[in-house]
């Protein structure tokens, strides 16, 4: 972590210079009324900047986000704050989070945060480092086994949620896929674009993922339109041809709204509930982000119940085991845990066999497994 911060001071100095140089002028970039002046007075980048209540220019990261297919300017303002927030959250305060009796890090787990009764980490909270950028995994370094003679092993839930959706929505084209073990994104991207999947390009596998994801989670045509940087329209006709190609989907999501709007709730797969008092809310944004959870909900709460299980069943075997093996971290879908080298490869097929036995589903539930001497490497 002491590599990681010089390595962040130059990234973030040499980051400031450019951005001052854009600008034509130093300003405080982690002040939102300064850098809302620079963005929309000065540089004028909108025509029609948000604000916020008090009647500032907003400089939200969503703002952001949206400027930044056009102006490289924007984009380097996100990576800033990207790479501040990493030093501040994590690569400064991890070090003075370590107790001092047992010479580690003891994140907290709170049960009843999160409304799809997904487990939240606190101080520090584990689950948000971010793991898509070269600086974010190197947090994950830092996370090391107490000795040379163990391991971290990591073990992760693939793609979980579309496979409790294809269960939910029994629909044929994704139980198919599921059952011959294809790439779920490759699949549908060969779906939407009309081609064979041997010709799939990466460009439309990540538009693929992006559509599967995104409609799980109730993303809209204009949502779609911003993530994938294309035309509304564009996204329009993917959503319609991914719902002309997997109709279950479609009956599943319909019928789950109008479920939820009689009962006021929806359930998880083992019949746990999720409240929703504002489905049938007079206000539009209120009810649309009802309904949406409503959709999502039993994905995810489904989810967050099979990843208990499986932490109740391996705990289980843990107290009969002599061997000194550990659950030390759960992050969203995986797990994570400290095992003696020599019990490795033992260790990995029965924690495979617990997290894959713990729903039966209509589609094979599948688990990532990889080990190392750090957490970065294992995961």
């Known amino acids: 972590l002491e590599i990681l911060k010089k390595e962040l001071v130059t990234d973030i100095s040499t980051l400031e210079s450019v951005i001052f140089k854009e600008a034509g002028e ?36 969503d703002v ?15 990576k800033f704050r990207s790479l501040t927030k990493l030093m501040s959250t994590y690569v400064d305060s991890l070090p003075n989070q370590v107790l001092s009796s047992t010479n580690r890090v003891h994140t907290e787990y709170l049960q009843t945060v999160a409304s799809t009764g997904r487990l939240s980490s606190v101080n520090p909270n584990l689950q948000n480092i971010p793991i898509r950028t070269e600086r974010g995994k190197k947090v994950r370094k830092a996370f090391i086994p107490r000795d040379k003679d163990h391991l971290l092993l990591a073990a992760d839930y693939s793609q979980i949620e579309l496979r409790i959706m294809a269960h939910l929505s029994q629909d044929i084209g994704l139980l198919k896929a599921f059952a011959a073990r294809e790439d779920i994104h490759c699949h549908t991207a060969a779906e939407i674009f009309g081609v064979s999947l041997d010709n799939v390009t990466s460009d439309q596998r990540r538009s693929a993922k992006a559509i599967n994801f995104g409609l799980i989670y109730g993303m809209s045509a204009h949502g779609l339109s911003k993530q994938l940087n294309i035309e509304r329209g564009q996204a329009v006709n993917y ?10 989907v479609k009956n599943y999501m319909n019928s789950t709204r109008d479920q939820a709007k009689i009962d006021g709730y929806v359930e998880t797969l083992f019949g746990r509930r999720l409240y929703l008092p504002e489905i049938n809310a007079s206000n539009g944004m209120r009810r649309q982000y009802a309904e949406r959870t409503a959709i999502n909900a039993p994905m995810q709460g489904t989810a967050a119940d099979i990843i208990k299980l499986a932490m109740n069943s391996i705990q289980n075997w843990l107290n009969s085991e002599p061997a000194d093996i550990r659950m030390i971290m759960q992050v969203h879908d995986e797990l994570v845990f400290e095992i003696p080298t020599e019990q490795l490869d033992r260790a990995e097929k029965i924690i495979e066999g617990f997290m894959v036995q713990a729903a039966d589903l209509s589609v094979p539930l599948e688990v990532g497994i990889g080990n190392g001497l750090n957490w970065e490497v294992a995961h």
Do not use: D
């Open 26 to 61: 130093t300003f405080n970039i982690s002040s939102p009324k300064q850098l809302g002046e620079v963005l929309f007075e000065k540089m004028e980048l909108s025509k029609k900047p948000k604000k916020t209540k008090t009647g500032q220019y907003s400089t939200s990261e």
């Open 64 to 78: 952001l986000t949206e400027l930044s297919t056009k102006h490289n300017f924007a984009k380097n303002i996100l």
């Open 239 to 248: 959503m319609n041809t991914y719902f002309e190609r997997y109709p279950g």
